[in-house]
Nanobody, 122 residues
């Protein structure tokens, strides 16, 4: 499966963005999906994950209550709605796919998109 992330950009603190991850080559419903991010000078970290059906979701503590992961398997797309953005959310955001159950561990993800840059100005 090929993944294409989009929707990043420059936003003021307190603003919102919605990231999209479009899949091609195979039905997205076959995969659990995750969003990860890498801030300048830092390691890539887990942000959110969603099960194949979309029923199960999980978030890192720093984004709980602000970010929402969702998916539309008919459109072969996963979303990350980001509200109340903070300067510390500035990073390149990556979507990733894996077979089986969703996971917080990036080493378990097989397929990765190219990343989309989110810059939050304070």
């Amino acid at each position: 499966v090929q993944l294409q992330a989009s929707g990043g950009g420059l936003v003021q603190a307190g603003g919102s963005l919605r990231l999209s991850c479009a899949a091609s080559g195979r039905a997205l419903s076959s995969y659990a999906m995750g969003w990860f991010r890498q801030a300048p000078g830092k390691e890539r970290e887990f942000v959110a994950a969603i099960s194949r059906s979309g029923v199960g979701t999980g978030y890192t503590d720093s984004v709980k209550g602000r970010f929402t992961i969702s998916r539309d398997n008919f459109k072969n797309t996963v979303y990350l709605q980001m509200n109340s953005l903070k300067s510390e959310d500035t990073a390149v955001y990556y979507c990733a796919a894996k077979m089986g159950a969703s996971s917080y561990y990036q080493s378990e993800y097989t397929y990765w998109g190219q990343g989309t840059l989110v810059t939050v100005s304070s």
